[in-house]
């Protein structure tokens, strides 16, 4: 979110808790990317903050209800209040329960595998309509493609990231794998360390695809703990959700803090590792990258 709407859209969130009878005196800026995440004093819940254009929260906030329901390691919506999306001031709004971390703050990758695999567990239950993978690697491709919305990427790296993306979709669809919910990003930067075990975040990315394509997002040491885990799908996801993150790195609307120099690192990486490995077959470089950790997009919600 723009430094500018910081201050108006923390006034509205603080605005919505109180009428709902929550005691909001103060904010502290948890995260803030697409959206502004904020804990709420002293009422200590957590609101996510977006414009009102943003029309994901609901789905959000019904998907984390049914999924809590089911006991899956989602974070909770606030029990005190009415589980919906709130609008205030040219806001959506949305309260959740704060989780206390755990200390120390870190997930092994045997905790990390065994909560991604009960989310999956549940989702599995769930019949809700959501976009494709390829719909999102399909997003990447029109922003390579798009010299207006990608002015610094350099030819030779558009090339790259244009063919990456388009052997690989291709490459993983013939496969056939088994498809089903997914989280769409369970990164370290979406998933709570708490006292009650990791509990995920952000489900506005869900999409339907392999299960490996959630694993690629994970720290790579999780994979080898996932049960029935297909390996070397496993590989081809991660070189593809590489090139993707790689690609919102270049998007001139892009926020994260220091994208472009993260852009420009991890393109070196997936040209070293193809130089080491047939054009035809990036995916067995995946070993040589390093593990990202940590958020890897400032677009929460999706691709622009």
């Known amino acids: 979110m723009h430094a500018s709407e910081v201050p108006r859209a923390v006034g509205a969130a603080m605005a919505a808790a109180s009428s709902l009878g929550l005691t909001a005196d103060d904010a502290v800026v948890l995260h803030d990317s697409n959206k502004l995440t904020l804990r709420l004093l002293p009422c200590d819940a957590v609101a996510r903050v977006a414009p009102a254009a943003h029309q994901v929260a609901a789905f959000e906030v019904e998907l984390a209800r049914r999924l809590t329901g089911s006991g899956c390691p989602v974070a909770a919506l606030d029990p005190r209040v009415e589980p919906r999306v709130h609008e205030r001031d040219g806001y959506v709004i949305t309260l959740w329960t704060y989780h206390e971390p755990a200390t120390p703050a870190e997930i092994s990758p045997a905790g990390y595998a065994d909560a991604l695999q009960r989310l999956h567990g549940g989702m599995r239950e769930l019949d809700v309509p959501t976009p494709h993978f390829t719909d999102r690697v399909e997003q990447a491709q029109q922003l390579v493609a798009s010299r207006d919305r990608t002015p610094a990427l350099a030819d030779a790296d558009r090339e790259l990231l244009g063919d990456t993306l388009r052997s690989l979709r291709r490459a993983i669809g013939e496969r056939g794998a088994t498809e089903q919910l997914l989280h769409g990003e369970p990164h370290p930067g979406n998933v ?15 999409c339907r695809g392999p299960v490996e394509f959630d694993l690629a997002h994970a720290p790579e040491e ?78 929460g919600a999706g691709p622009p």
Request: glycine residues 8%.
């Open 192 to 206: 709570l360390a708490t006292k009650s075990g990791p509990l995920f975040i952000d489900l506005e990315t869900c």
């Open 222 to 299: 999780v994979g080898g703990h996932y049960p029935g885990a297909d390996q070397d799908l496993l590989r081809e996801c991660r070189i593809l959700v590489l090139a993707m993150i790689t690609t919102w790195r270049w998007d001139r609307d892009d926020q994260l803090p220091d994208g472009r120099r993260l852009g420009t690192e991890w393109l070196s990486q997936i040209r070293a590792a193809l130089d080491r490995e047939s054009p035809s077959s990036p995916s067995a470089a995946i070993h040589d990258l390093p593990d990202r950790g940590g958020p890897v997009r400032a677009h």
